[in-house]
């Protein structure tokens, strides 16, 4: 069975940084592309970033472009979210997916609180 496990979420004031990292377990052969998404309340989920299966491409939504880096490590079945200069708006729970084989995996998430 397929689970992905986020961590590295807190409290951090503005300015600071956080590395998010989403564990897949139950994998027997590559996945595919994987994805942060995050929810803050009252607001719809969005994606914050992308990365392709082999880690040659990635996409960011505006809102983080310049603070934000996704990466991942295959070997690890793990992918990351580097976190730069957080502001109070990055607040949110935050979610990683990923694809493998016909199906996409969520994770429950963790919680990311930017405030002075």
């Known amino acids: 069975q397929v689970q992905l496990v986020e961590s590295g979420g807190g409290s951090v004031q503005p300015g600071g940084s956080l590395r998010l990292s989403c564990a897949a377990s139950g994998i027997n052969f590559g996945i595919g592309d994987m994805n942060w998404y995050r929810q803050a309340p009252g607001k719809e989920r969005e994606l914050v970033a992308g990365?392709?299966?082999?880690?040659?491409?990635?996409n960011y939504a505006d809102s983080v472009k310049g603070r934000f880096t996704i990466s991942r490590d295959n070997y690890k079945n793990t992918v990351y979210l580097q976190m730069n200069s957080l502001k109070p708006e990055d607040t949110a729970m935050y979610y990683c997916?990923?694809?493998?084989?016909?199906?996409?995996?969520w994770g429950k998430g963790t919680l990311v609180t930017v405030s002075s």
């Open positions: 997916n990923a694809a493998y084989g016909r199906k996409w995996y």
């Open positions: 990365i392709t299966s082999s880690g040659g491409s990635t």
